[in-house]
């Protein structure tokens, strides 16, 4: 099966960079993703990384290691329209493309 | 482009009651579609795939006969929650894929519906 841990909170301030970093035990998939979700509405879609590395674009960027087991997303020059919360998701091998989700981590941009 | 969009985005309906959801990909052909439900801060929980034509794979522990899932055209699936309990109650959303030859990572989602159960 899978799971994937997350900060259940995060709190920074207007242009600073904060990480949300993503364990995970996963039993093989093909990339991880990270979504965003403002309070009541759909989450969409920011980066993937289907190969070990970083990923950039714009002010955001995610790193994945394979072989630690772990991802980040990276936000720079933090706004306050930032403040939403964050999931990581895998799409395990040969499930469809379904996706399965951390616990998200609800980030707090505070003036 | 690759916009979905769910109706009812609110209901309200009473317990022992039915209540369909609909889910449309308005500008492409969704072969594949995915529901999940959403507790107040709280994660996204896969319910189940759909699949045009075909029947849904609901996700372990999800009641295919309470959670009846159809997914009769390219462009719509809907979610029906069978004689619905108070603890139905959720934001349901549903999510899409581009066809074969799209970021096949990238999932689509609607805006959502929330459905409380009286």
């Known amino acids: 099966g899978q799971s994937l841990e997350q900060p259940s909170e995060v709190t920074a301030v207007e242009g600073a960079i904060v990480q949300i970093n993503c364990t995970y035990q996963t039993s093989g998939f093909y990339g991880l993703s990270w979504y965003q979700q403002h309070d009541g509405g759909a989450p969409t879609f920011l980066s993937y990384?289907?190969?070990?590395g970083l990923e950039e674009t714009g002010r955001f960027s995610s790193f994945l290691s394979r072989s630690d087991s772990y991802g980040y997303l990276l936000l720079q020059e933090l706004q306050m329209k930032d403040s939403a919360s964050y999931f990581c998701?895998?799409?395990?091998?040969?499930?469809?493309?379904?996706?399965?989700f951390g616990q998200g981590t609800e980030l707090s941009v505070k003036p | 482009g690759a916009v979905v969009s769910q109706h009812p985005s609110r209901v309200i309906c009473k317990s022992g009651t039915s209540v369909k959801i609909e889910c449309r990909s308005l500008?492409?052909?969704?072969?594949?579609m995915f529901w999940y439900r959403q507790f107040p801060k709280q994660s996204l929980m896969l319910m189940a795939t759909?699949?045009?034509?075909?029947?849904?794979?609901?996700e372990q522990g999800v009641e295919k006969d309470k959670f009846l899932i159809n997914h009769a055209s390219l462009t719509l699936s809907t979610l029906t929650v069978t004689s619905a309990h108070p603890e139905d109650s959720s934001f349901y959303i549903c999510s899409a894929r581009l066809p074969s030859g799209g970021a096949f990572y990238e999932q689509y989602f609607g805006p959502g519906t929330r459905l409380t159960v009286t």
């Open positions: 990384n289907g190969l070990d």
């Open positions: 998701a895998v799409d395990p091998y040969n499930q469809g493309g379904k996706l399965i």
């Open positions: 500008d492409f052909q969704a072969t594949t």
């Open positions: 759909s699949n045009e034509g075909s029947k849904a794979t609901y």
